[in-house]
């Protein structure tokens, strides 16, 4: 672990929780210190944060983070968050979920979050499979892929997480890889400083399933996959048409729009006609 690292320390519940279940080489651990890098780059305390997931690999999160946090059902994730949020709209609440908890059963919150522009972080770790279960077909598995329910090749289109995220109304959205960690912390602490529902694609790989089920056993040969099929925002900006499969990486979306819990604070006076006694206290310098 570098120096620098030691801080993250204090924001895991070493004495509790671990060994982890993730496979050794799993792309999640690294989604989690980067996490951990961009709450302690932002100087945030861990009473004033809370990490909410669904079911699934990137769902055990939580359990290894010493903030406040909820381990909810399958695809809810979203649905808990948002009631958090609406009742203490002061929280850093951060949504940590797998393609398959955000998009599959989770997909009609995902959009609804996005369209309401609530003050939420969502970071779908996308490693294009359900890993927990065996290995199924998730929304975003590569057309042609194979997987335990598609063993002569996977027939439908992926979701295109970041476009569904900008045409649904989020305020930000950004896709970085577990390959490039440093610009991953910098989009996360973007994110989570954006007033407004913030999406962060995380592109991951699973080679205990995924990578099994198409000759890509080993998480070196999938990292070397992920640096190699990249690119940035501007490097794309600049071509006439993206190498098939290309991951395009940095900030995708940003705007400044009217956030749900301000407008719901606005309400909330017109009703009562005095000021909402549940105004944030909005961090300074923040969006």
Request: proline residues 5%.
């Amino acid at each position: 672990m570098k120096q620098d690292d030691q801080g993250i320390y204090e924001y895991l519940r070493h004495h509790k929780k671990f060994p982890h279940v993730w496979c050794a080489g799993c792309g999640i651990g690294i989604v989690m210190g980067s996490l951990l890098r961009s709450i302690r780059n932002l100087e945030l305390g861990r009473d004033d944060v809370a990490i909410i997931s669904g079911i699934g690999c990137a769902g055990r999160m939580p359990v290894y983070m010493d903030f406040n946090t909820l381990h909810t059902t399958h695809g809810r994730a979203l649905a808990f968050a948002t009631g958090l949020k609406l009742a203490r709209p002061d929280m850093e609440v951060i949504v940590v979920m797998g393609d398959g908890d955000a998009l599959a059963i989770g997909g009609n919150h995902f959009i609804h979050a996005a369209r309401r522009n609530i003050d939420l972080t969502a970071v779908i770790v996308n490693n294009s499979i359900y890993g927990m279960t065996g290995g199924q077909s998730s929304p975003t598995t590569p057309l042609g892929a194979f997987s335990a329910t598609a063993p002569y090749r996977h027939i439908e289109q992926p979701f295109p997480i970041c476009q569904l995220a900008i045409a649904a109304g989020a305020s930000f959205v950004a896709r970085g890889t577990v390959y490039h960690v440093t610009e991953l912390d910098r989009l996360l602490e973007q994110a989570i400083q954006k007033r407004g529902f913030a999406v962060v694609e995380a592109v991951s790989y699973c080679y205990t399933t995924f990578g099994r089920a198409n000759k890509m056993r080993s998480p070196v040969e999938m990292m070397r996959l992920l640096k190699e099929n990249s690119i940035t925002v501007q490097a794309a900006q600049k071509m006439e048409k993206l190498p098939d499969g290309a991951i395009v990486r940095g900030v995708l979306h940003n705007e400044d729009k009217p956030e749900y819990t301000e407008l719901y604070d606005q309400i909330i006076e017109q009703a009562h006609g005095q000021p909402s006694p549940r105004k944030r206290q909005v961090r300074r310098g923040w969006a």
